[in-house]
């Protein structure tokens, strides 16, 4: 079976995000990657698939810290050992300054 190919290249990318569903207390966690398109978390808990969230999290840029917010879903979630689950999550809603500073960090 072959891979799926990825709609964007992915940048590793390790930093304390924050992840949020609808009803629910937001959950720490750490990203993994990001690209374009979405990022990947490490989270304690499991989300299901197609659960919409918020995510957020700081990445530094240019010797700053930047922050950067969007609206996702949860396209993958596979249980990751230990650490908890590593999920996968679509960017849905994302508006162009947060989507300018992704650029920035792919390009960095």
């Known amino acids: 079976m072959k891979p799926e190919p990825r709609s964007f290249p992915r940048k590793v990318m390790r930093c304390q995000a924050i992840v949020a569903v609808p009803g629910g207390n937001p959950i720490r966690c750490r990203t993994l990657d990001i690209s374009l398109g979405g990022l990947s978390l490490l989270v304690g808990e499991q989300l299901r698939m197609g659960q919409e969230c918020t995510v ?49 960090l792919m390009m960095g």
Do not use: C, H
């Not at 596979?78 to 679509?90: N, T, V």
């Open 56 to 104: 957020g999290f700081e990445a530094p840029l240019n010797g700053k810290m930047v922050r950067v917010m969007g609206q996702g879903k949860v396209v993958y979630s596979i249980l990751a050992g230990a650490d908890g689950f590593r999920i996968g999550i679509q960017f849905i809603s994302i508006d162009a300054a947060n989507s300018k500073t992704v650029a920035q």
